[in-house]
C-alpha cells in the first residue's frame, strides 16, 4: 500500500510539473524551464531578511529587508533594495591609522542592475550588478549616502557561479534508486521570464536498493 501511494504520489508531481513548468518539443530536446518575475519575487521573499557581510572594517548588522520592482530583460535583470541596519560602525585604515565612523542606525533603498552571461562550454554563470545612481531622499542622511558609496565596491565586477558542481537528484521510482544529473545547457532572460534550459541524465544505482515494504 505504501508503495502504491508513493508511485501514485510521484507519478502526480511528475505530470503537473510537466504540464505546469516544462516545455519539451521532442524526448531528443532539452527540458526548458520558464520561471517569471512573480516565481523569483516569491522565491527571495522566503530567504528574507538576508545578512550583508561587509567586510572586516564593520561592525554591527546590516540586512536586506526586501526586494521590489523586479524587472527581466534580455539578460539583463533589474530591482530595488531595501537595506536596514543596527548599530553600524565603519572602522577603515588609512595608512597606518584608523578611524571610526559611527553611522547607526540605516534605512535606505537603492536600485541596481545586473547583466549576466552564461559560457555554455565551462558551464559558468557570470553575474555583473551595477549599483545606480542614488538621489537620496529626505528621509536619508550622510549615515545611508556612506552606505551606498561602500556599497559600490561590489558593483560593476563579474562573480562567476560553477553550475558544474550541483548535486545530483536522488529518487526512488518503480523500485529503482535513480541518480539524475541536472546539465545546464543555456540561461537567459527574455520578457520577464528566466529561462533555463536542462538536459537530465537518470542513472540507476544497482547498488542502493529501496528499502523493503513492510505492508
Not at 6 to 22: E, G, P
Not at 64 to 82: A, C, M, V
Not at 131 to 136: F, G, R, S, V, Y
Request: aromatic share 10%; hydrophobic share 40%; charged share 25%.
Amino acid at each position: 500500500m505504501k508503495r502504491t501511494s508513493k508511485f501514485l504520489i510521484i507519478f502526480a508531481i511528475l505530470f503537473l510539473i510537466n504540464i505546469n513548468t516544462f516545455a519539451q518539443k521532442d524526448a531528443c530536446e532539452d527540458i526548458l524551464i520558464v520561471i517569471p518575475t512573480q516565481s523569483i519575487l516569491t522565491f527571495s521573499s522566503k530567504l528574507l531578511p538576508y545578512k550583508l557581510n561587509m567586510g572586516k572594517y564593520f561592525t554591527g548588522s546590516l540586512w536586506i529587508k526586501s526586494i521590489k520592482n523586479l524587472k527581466i530583460e534580455q539578460n539583463k535583470i533589474s530591482f530595488s533594495l531595501k537595506i536596514y541596519g543596527k548599530d553600524i560602525i565603519y572602522t577603515p585604515k588609512i595608512g597606518n591609522q584608523k578611524s571610526k565612523i559611527e553611522l547607526g542606525n540605516i534605512n535606505l533603498s537603492n536600485d541596481w542592475e545586473s547583466v549576466f552571461r552564461f559560457e555554455k562550454d565551462k558551464k559558468i554563470l557570470y553575474i555583473k550588478p551595477h549599483l545606480k545612481d542614488q538621489t537620496p531622499t529626505k528621509k536619508e542622511g550622510k549615515k545611508e549616502i556612506i552606505i551606498n558609496t561602500l556599497l559600490k565596491v561590489f558593483s560593476d565586477f563579474e562573480y562567476p557561479i560553477n553550475l558544474q558542481e550541483t548535486n545530483p537528484i536522488t529518487a526512488e521510482f518503480l523500485g529503482n534508486v535513480l541518480n539524475i544529473n541536472l546539465d545546464v545547457s543555456n540561461i537567459y532572460a527574455v520578457n520577464n521570464k528566466l529561462m533555463i534550459e536542462l538536459r537530465p541524465i537518470p542513472d540507476k544505482d544497482d547498488k542502493k536498493k529501496p528499502p523493503a515494504d513492510k505492508t
